[in-house]
């Protein structure tokens, strides 16, 4: 049974993150770009800009942790989106002002439709708004664009983290009660 | 009933926020602590430094949407989780390196004992690692620290985020399928 479970999600999830500022969002896009990887979507796109900072880091835990996490950059969000939907694939607009997340995530999963997640920075066009399938919120306080895609795909995927393993991994980790268990090396 | 549930952890969750350095840190910790608020987390404690840029987003935060989040800087972490685990406090520290949520989140739930969830950033002094009462994985990839508190807080406030309300908020969302719809002022 793939990741994501009898609803065969898995293989069908993209991240679009737009409006990165290379400097002052590279962690906060990084860390959206490493859940996407560690929570189950299978590529991360960069809307406007591309930024060697995020891509690096993207190889570096790929190298070391193995999975192939497709990634593109530079693009024109509001056209990648159209040819997304146009292409069959749905479009999720993560935003506090969308609707709950529990409204519409049974109508989400049984689609087979391959899922666009779109994750805005802190000002988002409002042509987002219009272009998307979906505006859905986690919650509707502000709090975190790396938060709302984690609780996304932890509802989406089936808590998919959980079990989330890359056949190609040079480092694995042994959970443990105390300290650290590594095995392997990079 | 309390955000919580008939658990009643409700008034009893703070985080314990690791190793922040005021510049490059600024923006992941403001988001840590805009997740704990939130997700139903009650306090916000900076380790070793104080840093205003995190101070000005919760105060700005909490005034216009409402809340308290206790707030407090500059604390030894050891002696802090010292102090709590004397007071009868549970302490939960974040770490891929630890043992999975669902082996443990049973047993966290079941103690009334406030909680402290103590959340690194990039290098952690092992001595937490002994110091702390549990060290909990979500999941076993490299991610970040936003999204492992966010995971956590959902599971053990039993998604409180979803029914988050301030009463003494100045702004609040109706929720909309296609753009912003906020009343009041601030």
């Known amino acids: 049974m793939g990741v994501g479970g009898p609803g065969g999600l898995y293989g069908k999830v993209y991240i679009l993150r737009l409006g990165h500022r290379p400097q002052r969002d590279k962690r906060i896009t990084s860390h959206v770009a490493l859940v996407a990887r560690a929570f189950g979507a299978n590529g991360f796109i960069l809307e406007g800009v591309c930024d060697e900072a995020v891509e ?5 835990i790929s190298r070391c942790w193995g999975g192939k996490l497709y990634y593109r950059c530079g693009v024109d969000g509001v056209r990648f989106i159209e040819e997304w939907r146009r292409g069959g694939g749905q479009v999720i ?39 998307s399938d979906y505006n859905v919120s986690i919650g ?25 393993e890359f056949p190609d991994a040079r480092l694995r980790i042994i959970p443990s009660p105390r300290g650290k268990h590594v095995i392997g090396d990079c």
Chains 1, 2 share one sequence.
Do not use: C, F, N
């Open 140 to 164: 509707t306080q502000p709090h975190s664009e790396v938060a709302a895609l984690a609780i996304l795909l932890d509802r989406l995927l089936d808590g998919a983290w959980e079990r989330m």
């Open 56 to 60: 690096r880091t993207i190889d570096r």
């Open 93 to 131: 607009h993560l935003t506090m002002y969308g609707v709950p997340l529990r409204e519409v995530l049974g109508e989400v999963k049984s689609s087979p439709s391959p899922k666009l997640v779109v994750v805005g920075a802190e000002k988002v066009d409002p042509i987002y708004y219009r272009v």
